[in-house]
């Protein structure tokens, strides 16, 4: 069932050229005229001659590889993330060596080595464990997104801005309270600015509101029961005035909405919600929901393309080294549906 | 930036064996003894010893790669899938280079030849459009996953079994009338299993019943449209009776619900309603949604697992052509939620 292998001796024999000048074509092929490149061009079309890339990286150094460590593919955010990074293989010819997290840094550690053997040339990194100084003294170009870069380069949604954005359209909606449920966020994630721009916002505005920060769970049973608590309290400490939940993801977001939603049959007018993410349950929802859109798409184009940049310029014979981190911000999207005005 | 890199000559020097001595540690170790591979391992580990797993590949022809076409990571099937794949490099020690497809076979042939020119030592595919007798001419071993699989081994899903469960569940609800919706399926893809098995059991219980195949439309707003006429058609020619609704998949079953639900504020008893998937907007619905889960964990680890035998196979002295082609099935699981009795 093997495929019959070509070496450069047959093409060499088939062009009447040297296995030297079939070797140079391989590994620098503007060392030959154009004629004789397209003589070896079609000798190896007519040998039927498979492309060994192992043996052109051996040669060169140039794997072509960009190592990956994401924390899930569960989350859509992340799979719709690796997509979009998968997509960019038409554009700059990079392929992928990917590991899913095990929330464990001696894991992750262990995956960082084994893509270091495999000679990658540049690495984007989503998981959280290995602390971003650790990550600098790889050696090799890095790009963050959404996760702690205090020593390496990263692309954020601008999360700022998201919340800036969310909590000003409840206003408009004239809630009389604005109330941000999320996790407890570190401060030195970029997630961390949602929270800042809802209480800039908030307090800019001199609106009534409150921050409720604490762990929200992590099965669905688990988030249920903690939004049902939420909403128990928030009723009671809230009632006859018109509240505006900002939910700090779309999966919370749609949770609290089907328990607001089973117990009246309707999401009523005291009721204003906004989610974050735009992930396909926000549009799945009961009632499509309001929620602020990362442009994934655009986050993994500019994560790529600063990581190629970088990666050229290593190619250079003189590389200049990097004198400056960039930290790339992209603007979220405001997407109003049906849980707000 | 860069970590110095040490060569064989460095370690020789360090160990005073000789360049071919520690060659042949990296690539025959048993034929060192047990003492002196110690001796060398030690080195490595004082020399801060970076291993280079490219030449390796390229002395021993092993690459360590297994090649994947996938439709989309848009489609949590397929996300998960992936993800249960990637966790089966802590058993098998394979690394993954991954395209999504661009359904143009054109496309997938292009990434198909790059896979191959990374010396992959096997596939594991769920792309359609590439046919199996194709792909058999590879040369390499193949596992498919959910698609048309004539020449090709494959692990699938019991789609028919799965039908079987969920059409026997409504019938036990005493559901008058059974519907199944679904679009039109290929005879030839295992999925269609699902509708033998739903016209099979309706037939052998002798119980009305009507089979939906049409276009579902692909984006949210065209599946909520189609879902709204099949809802208007189906409440217009049944009515007063209990109908048992069989949706070929958990995001058709949501939508379905949500149009139910926002009519009456509530799914009444004169409907019941199944999906297929246990995808996660089935626990997120207004209603958890009754489903067909798909063992998606056991579906990749036999893949990799069958795919490792076949890869075993290759690497041995005398290789055994493979001499019939495996078609696994896993038997999925019916899980009972709320909107079934």
Known sequence: MDQKKITFADIAKYTNFSKTTISRYFNDPDSLTVKNQEIIAQALEDLNYQENKLAKIFANGKSEFVGIIIPNLYMHYYAEMLNQILNTYDEFGYKFLIFTSKHDVEADRKYLQELLAYRIEGMIILSHTIGSQELAACGIPIVAIEREDAYINSVN???YMGAVQGTSLLIKNHCD??????SQVAENVPSYGRIRGFLDTCKERQIKHELILQDLGHSPQEINACMQQLFAYITHKYPNV???????NDTHANTMLNIIFRKYGTLPDEFRLI???DSPVSGQAILPISTIGQQIDKIAHEAMSLLVTL???RKKRRPKPQTALVHKNITPVLIRRETTD
């Open 157 to 159: 949604t601008d999360n």
């Open 177 to 182: 309270v604005l109330i941000h449920i999320n």
């Open 242 to 248: 018109k509240k505006g939940l900002f939910l700090s």
């Open 275 to 277: 989610g974050f993410d």
């Open 311 to 313: 990666m050229d310029e």
